[in-house]
């Protein structure tokens, strides 16, 4: 079965963020990631109409 757009989306941006980062723990890494998928539903995301 094939991903989705949006999972391919949210696959691209792990992987960009993945791709220079240094973290210190799970933890951390795990912030990092759903802080950085948040980020383009914050402040690109747009209702319906």
Not at 5 to 33: D, G, H, M, P, W
């Amino acid at each position: 079965m094939r991903p989705g757009k949006r999972e391919q989306r949210e696959f691209e941006y792990i992987r960009k963020l993945l791709r220079r980062a240094n973290f210190v723990s799970k933890e951390q890494l795990k912030t990092r990631i759903l802080e950085f998928i948040d980020y383009p539903n914050r402040t690109m995301a747009k209702p319906f109409k």
